[in-house]
């Protein structure tokens, strides 16, 4: 297993755009997590999957940005109407119903200009 | 509420020197307590953690920590610092059940040749 993978790692866009990641969780990992870092921060908690059922959402989480994990697999974090205060590096990260640990992807850094 | 604090944000410490990175934390009971390692533009690795149990943690690396129940501190220590460990280092906490973490602010350890 080669861990938590995230795409794209980059991603650049202008004010008003719609982005799109993705994060693929360890293959036996239930549980899948968002958090969003800015600079000079650490990570604050987005939302929080068990399977396929998204079971808490942040107030961080505006109406703008949906998260689904539609089979229980990956997950996609969309956000809408991109603003300047979106840019950050979006977290995902996974864990097994049996552990509180959690294990981070590389991240996908996001630039809104 | 709930918090994590790291109180120094930035550390320089000699290649080969001792390094203790401060965490102090704010829960209402005994939290599970973790040490994270991110190098530039990379995701959280797990250098170790705390459930219960002996209060003196090994970890990856070289790193251990002790958990203070008195202090409500969980301290990262490592006797001799190598040129590699120069990265961003973040205590997080969460509670049994609740899934997300609470990081601290982060700590940038710079190491000198």
């Known amino acids: 297993d080669t861990g938590v993978s995230q795409n794209p790692r980059h991603k650049i866009t202008k004010r008003g755009q719609n982005v799109t990641f993705r994060c693929d969780p360890i293959?036996?990992?239930?549980?899948l997590y968002w958090y969003r870092q800015t600079l000079g921060q650490g990570p604050e908690f987005l939302t929080y999957f068990q399977n396929e059922a998204q079971l808490e959402k942040s107030r961080l989480l505006s109406d703008r940005f949906s998260a689904e994990r539609p089979k229980g697999s990956f997950s996609t974090l969309e956000i809408q109407r991109t603003e300047q205060g979106d840019s950050a590096m979006y977290l995902c990260?996974?864990?097994?119903?049996?552990?509180?640990?959690?294990?981070f992807g590389p991240g996908t850094r996001l630039l809104v200009l | 509420a709930q918090s994590v604090t790291q109180p120094d944000i930035h550390i320089t410490v000699s290649e080969g020197a001792s390094l203790e990175l401060r965490c102090n934390y704010s829960y209402g009971a005994t939290p599970y307590l973790f040490w994270y390692v991110q190098s530039p533009g990379q995701g959280l690795q797990l250098l170790l953690k705390?459930?219960?149990?002996?209060?003196l943690v090994q970890g990856i690396k070289g790193f251990e920590a002790e958990f203070k129940r008195s202090q409500s501190s969980f301290n990262l220590r490592k006797p001799s610092v190598h040129w590699s460990d120069a990265a961003e280092y973040f205590c997080?906490?969460?509670?049994?059940?609740?899934?997300?973490?609470?990081f601290g602010t982060g700590t940038r350890l710079k190491v000198l040749a």
């Open positions: 990260a996974s864990s097994a119903d049996w552990e509180e640990t959690q294990y």
């Open positions: 293959s036996e990992h239930n549980r």
């Open positions: 705390y459930f219960s149990g002996d209060t």
């Open positions: 997080a906490v969460s509670a049994s059940g609740t899934y997300k973490y609470i």
